[in-house]
């Protein structure tokens, strides 16, 4: 049951809600800030469920600042786990990703006894109805602890990832409830022995609201007040909230192309990445941003994408209609290696080996009908996650109830 009659802004908590109506049911949606996918996709649940008419109250639990007393990796080296993730990012120290995953779930499986009874003791503290996992690799932990806690109340976990990289990143063998966004992630849900009704389908990943906005501007005149040509073909750089050194690259390359195009770069929380593409001289025009909360209206100028094959960059340029250029290699993180060919199967989008070949592809791309054709096939795709997911969670809540 979704409506718009009522406007309830939902509560973000992270200690214990001290004032509710009574028989107000309490979420609480577990994240963190390592990537940036975990926080948007939560507070994108927390605003949608505000601006309907659920009378439940939303708290947003960071999982890092409750296992903060656990936390081995700022002990040996003085910086969170989270911070060392968002480092390795901004840095690009990817590179054997998937053998430093399996050293941090031998750190995770060290402290699992103590990270249960740490998390039962907020849960006692903090009385949800229902705890909803948007985050990896603790998914057993904070299952065990609710459990140990309050037993009964259902646990949830929705990956922000287009599907599982098993073992112990998304899917744990126990009775809680999943919300994948493709196929793919539903059958390995069924594969690992879930049963089909805690299994729920939404028709993507979580975006932001915003990204469902309809837009009236002119985008010839915004382009030109970003000092951009108005009829160019556009394309948007973004390799996360942290940034990446590969865009300098990127834009060096695609900068002075011999293929008549422009950039808009968007280059995150990275200070000094930023002021070096602003100095950088190309003969493309390019307009250069650092952290910001507009990437709808940058999508909405740019033709094309060119990012990293994060599974919330895909989405927010397919729902733009942007065709997705990414790469994918040794450097590409585990979890993130199926986006590429998830992209692929879809048709929406080209990946490269190496972005060494980013002037071959967006010539490729530009050449003839394909852009065209690619945007024709990314316009029938739909991706309405962030609106199906409350009803579902209706669901499960009312068949605790019941």
């Known amino acids: 049951m979704v409506g718009d009659e009522v406007n309830l802004r939902a509560i ?11 028989n107000t049911p309490t979420l609480d949606f577990v994240y963190f800030d390592a990537g940036g996918g975990h926080r948007s996709a939560a507070l994108a649940l927390q605003s949608v469920i505000g601006s309907q008419h659920y009378c439940w109250n ?62 039962q003791q907020y849960w006692l503290q903090q009385r949800p109805n229902i705890v909803v996992s948007l985050v990896p690799n603790f998914n057993r932990a904070l299952f065990q602890s609710l459990q140990a806690a309050l037993p009964g109340v259902p646990f949830v976990t929705i990956p922000t990832d287009l599907a599982d990289y098993p073992p112990h990143f998304w899917m744990e063998q126990q009775n809680q409830y999943l919300i994948c966004g493709t196929a793919r992630a539903v059958e390995q849900a069924i594969a690992l022995g879930y049963r089909e009704e805690r299994v729920f389908r939404t028709s993507g990943m979580i975006l932001r609201p915003q990204f469902y906005e309809l837009r009236q501007i002119d985008r010839a005149k915004e382009r030109v007040q970003l000092g951009l040509s108005a009829d160019l073909p556009t394309g948007l750089v973004l390799f996360g909230g942290e940034g990446s050194n590969v865009m300098s690259s990127i834009a060096r390359q695609l900068g002075d192309s011999g293929t008549h195009l422009q950039l808009i770069l968007v280059c995150g929380k990275n200070a000094h990445l930023r002021e070096r593409l602003k100095q950088l001289k190309t003969r493309n025009r390019k307009f250069v941003e650092g952290f910001t909360k507009e990437i709808p209206y940058y999508m909405h100028l740019a033709d094309f994408f060119i990012g990293k094959p994060g599974p919330g960059s895909i989405s927010e340029a397919l729902q733009m209609n942007l065709p997705v250029i990414v790469e994918r290699n040794a450097w590409t993180l585990p979890q993130e290696r199926y986006n590429a060919d998830w992209l692929l199967e879809q048709k929406a989008g080209i990946v490269l080996p190496n972005f060494r070949e980013i002037e071959t592809a967006v010539h490729q791309l530009l050449a003839g009908d394909r852009l065209k054709e690619m945007k024709a096939r990314i316009a029938n795709m739909e991706n309405r996650a962030v609106f199906e997911i409350p009803p579902i969670l209706e669901k499960i809540l009312q068949q605790k109830i019941a």
């Open 58 to 119: 939303v708290r947003l639990v960071n999982l890092q600042e409750v296992l903060d007393p656990l936390d081995v990796f700022r002990k040996l080296t003085g910086t969170r786990l989270q911070d060392i993730y968002n480092l390795a990012l901004r840095k690009g120290w990817t590179l054997g990703s998937p053998y430093l995953l399996r050293q941090m779930h031998r750190v995770i499986r060290v402290y699992h006894r103590k990270q249960v009874a740490l998390l």
């Open 12 to 22: 973000s908590l992270s200690r214990p809600l001290r004032y509710r109506l009574p």
